[in-house]
């Protein structure tokens, strides 16, 4: 999967939001223009083998991590770390 060039600083806030139970990736794509697709890619570009097990058995059927799913209207959109 091709995925285009970022900054670490950039990798590593994608990472972050991935990592979060209730950022959907629908708001990673907004921000970044990163496909569900393209993060998992990212995910386990970046990481070890074993905490992207971890973190795919977390995130996998995960209704928060999938706005359509979630049974609230709305959530956070920024981590509390994030400006702006």
């Known amino acids: 999967m091709q995925l285009p060039a970022l900054s670490t600083t950039t990798i590593n806030r994608v990472i972050e939001m991935a990592w979060e139970d209730r950022t959907p990736f629908d708001a990673i794509e907004s921000q970044f223009g990163l496909s569900e697709k393209q993060v998992i890619a990212l995910m386990r570009r970046e990481m070890k083998p074993s905490s992207f097990r971890l973190w795919r058995k977390r995130v996998s059927g995960r209704k928060t991590k999938h706005q ?7 959530g956070r959109f920024r981590s509390q770390k994030q400006k702006g």
């Open 68 to 74: 359509k799913l979630r049974s609230f209207a709305e």
